[in-house]
């Protein structure tokens, strides 16, 4: 029996389209403060990264507002990781359903990340060219204990 392509084609559109078309989806509304300690404050906050992890999907944003809308989630239960640099990462599991809106408020605190040693490296040029001319830098040629110039 022979198929013709294109009706194969068009029949795996179909499906695919009627697949698609049965996505239930859901919505997430939210706010997200970052807690000033040293005030006792909280104000919004940019920049946010923020990871949502469902069963068939992944969304991996920047949020560019302290105050987010993000629609067509996919039903089922999600992950989301909030990250920003100089606080602690807030993750939260929630479900989603069909034509809702899950409402979140988020308050970042800060975290402070010691580090043990940082250690800077430069040299200098051998030699720089300025317009026509060749600038040879002495000071940047290692020498060994011992060693005579000529």
Same mark, same amino acid.
């Given at each position: 029996?022979?198929?013709?392509p294109?009706?194969?084609?068009?029949?795996?559109?179909?499906?695919?389209?009627?697949?698609?078309?049965?996505?239930?989806?859901?919505?997430?509304?939210?706010?997200?403060?970052a807690?000033?300690?040293?005030?006792?404050?909280?104000?919004?906050?940019?920049?946010?990264?923020?990871?949502? $992890?469902?069963? @068939?999907?992944?969304? *991996?944003? /920047?949020?560019?507002?302290?105050?987010?809308? #993000?629609?067509?989630?996919a !039903?089922?239960?999600?992950?989301?990781?909030?990250?920003?640099?100089? $606080?602690?990462? @807030?993750?939260?599991? *929630?479900? /989603?359903?069909?034509?809702?809106?899950?409402? #979140?408020?988020?308050?970042? !605190?800060?975290?402070?990340?010691?580090?043990?040693?940082?250690?800077?490296?430069?040299?200098?040029?051998?030699?720089?060219?300025?317009?026509?001319?060749?600038?040879?830098?002495?000071?940047?040629?290692?020498?060994?204990?011992?060693d005579?110039?000529?």
């Amino acid at each position: 029996m022979r198929f013709n392509p294109l009706s194969l084609t068009l029949a795996f559109l179909l499906c695919a389209q009627n697949l698609c078309a049965q996505q239930k989806y859901g919505a997430i509304l939210g706010s997200i403060v970052a807690r000033n300690e040293t005030e006792n404050t909280a104000s919004g906050i940019s920049g946010v990264h923020l990871e949502i $992890y469902t069963p @068939i999907d992944t969304l *991996i944003t /920047v949020l560019p507002q302290s105050k987010f809308y #993000l629609s067509r989630i996919a !039903v089922g239960k999600a992950t989301l990781n909030f990250s920003y640099i100089g $606080y602690k990462t @807030i993750i939260k599991e *929630i479900e /989603v359903k069909e034509k809702e809106t899950v409402e #979140l408020d988020i308050t970042l !605190v800060p975290e402070v990340v010691k580090v043990g040693e940082v250690k800077v490296r430069a040299s200098v040029p051998l030699y720089t060219i300025k317009d026509d001319t060749v600038i040879f830098n002495a000071a940047a040629v290692k020498t060994l204990e011992g060693d005579e110039t000529i």
